[in-house]
């Protein structure tokens, strides 16, 4: 356990922080990349990078009941493959998670633009006070940040059942409707199906962070592995289901103009009130996905601290609240510059890329995990797949992306070698 930190999250926390980091902004943005490039046919990319998460989940469940330990992937990687990749690892799992922060504001802009005209001052003013109100929640303790998660799930999810629920029994009162939506299926061919299955992927990741507060979660060993199967199973049904409603009630072409296609749905299902509904869910749910990632992506900068890797000032914890306060501000403001100067479809493309360092690494060092607890273990076919999953979604991304989070991840070398060369002094 981290020195200072708090073991306040329960298990309930556990699952709302799975499903909190999960369920935000994408579900409410992504499905509209998706329908722009395929037509209905996006509902395969979802199937397909839903059974893709599924699997790096259960490779983070194991590895999680070996080494509960605050750090995630950080701290696996450095136990199995060294000092050097476990802060690679750590870095551009931060990089990730901190440009989904920055992405979130965003969308939050989107959705609140259905109901009033926003100017671009008006909308730089209102990405501001999203993020320092969020950041002060953050640091006003763990066990406060963890139960306003806790609300903000049930709230965001609540809509979308409904949504569900109203169209699935639609579907079965007018089935033509449905089949008219799903009519033709795949118009554009299937060509870009792997571009979009990256832009759907980002909709399932945030699995991982739930490793990363370990320290602060009650017996994690136990935990967080039943955390992250119960949360990926309920995220995939629902994210199935939601897709499924939402190309069914809304045409495709409508669909792929849209910034806030729930909007759309909400009111095909419900009329003005659906779509009051779904805009005020999409909010909500922005707004908890926010805060459950600046929750658990601060603590990486805490303990790659504390590890000597970052300015110690970093792993400070605040004397009343005992949160790491400076990690979290240095995290949210630096976050906040590009979302004021970032787009979303760029910002996620980005995000997936630096990610999926932090996947492969965690897929490499699993077997390394179980060999020193299990001398006879062998390879796992889940670590195998997915170190393919990793390399399949690399290859379906951009070389501008590419390009950019490599330079990104590449920034973390020197800081590396300056904190390196200062602890071997010590």
């Known amino acids: 356990m981290s020195e200072g930190l708090r073991r306040e999250l329960t298990f309930f926390d556990a699952v709302s922080l799975v499903i909190g980091t999960i369920v935000g902004a994408d ?41 509960p330990r605050t750090g995630g992937p950080y701290s696996y990687a450095r136990e199995a493959l060294g000092e050097f990749a476990g802060f690679i690892t750590g870095w551009s799992l931060w990089v990730s998670s901190w440009i989904a922060i920055a992405v979130f504001p965003v969308a939050f802009v989107y959705y609140l633009s259905q109901f009033i005209g926003l100017s671009q001052a008006a909308e730089a003013l ?62 554009m061919g299937l060509g870009a199906l792997g571009s979009v299955t990256v832009l759907v992927f980002w909709a399932y990741v945030g699995f991982e962070l739930v490793t990363v507060p370990a320290g602060e979660v009650k017996n994690p060993g136990r935990t967080i592995p039943l955390a992250i199967i119960i949360g990926m199973v309920f995220v995939m049904v629902f994210y199935l289901l939601t897709n499924f409603v939402i190309l069914g009630l809304v045409p495709w072409v409508v669909l ?20 009051l509904i779904l805009t005020l869910g999409a909010l909500v749910s922005i707004a908890g996905s926010e805060e459950a990632g600046m929750l658990t992506t601060a603590r990486l900068l805490h ?45 996620i493309e980005l995000s997936v890329l630096t990610l999926l360092l932090a996947y492969m690494s965690t897929c490499v060092s699993l077997p390394v995990l179980r060999r020193r607890r299990h001398r006879d273990a062998g390879v796992p076919l889940k670590s195998i797949l997915g170190v393919l999953i990793c390399l399949y979604l690399l290859v379906n991304t951009g070389t501008g992306t590419i390009l950019a989070g490599s330079l990104l991840i590449a920034a973390g070398v020197p800081v590396y070698l300056r904190y390196r060369r200062r602890n071997k002094k010590r």
């Open 27 to 67: 579900i409410y943005i992504v499905a509209a990349y998706g329908a722009g490039s395929l037509g209905p046919a996006s509902i395969l990319s979802w199937i397909i990078a839903g059974l893709m998460a599924m699997i790096l989940a259960l490779v983070f469940s194991e590895a999680s009941a070996i080494m």
């Open 126 to 187: 209102i990405k501001v006070i999203f993020i320092l109100s969020l950041t002060a929640i953050n640091i006003s303790g763990v066990g406060r940040a963890g139960k306003v998660n806790d609300v903000l799930t049930v709230l965001k999810v609540a809509p979308l059942i409904l949504l569900v629920v109203t169209g699935i029994l639609r579907f079965i009162w007018d089935p033509s409707g449905l089949l008219s939506g799903y009519t033709p299926f795949a118009p």
């Open 256 to 275: 792929a103009s849209s910034t806030a296609p729930l909007t759309l749905a909400g009111y095909s299902a419900l009329g003005g009130a659906g779509a």
């Open 303 to 347: 303990v790659m601290s504390l590890d000597g890797f970052l300015p110690g000032w970093l792993s400070r914890i605040h004397p009343r609240f005992r949160t790491p306060h400076l990690s979290i501000l240095v995290q949210n403001l630096t976050a906040l510059v590009a979302a004021l100067t970032g787009t979303a479809a760029g910002l």
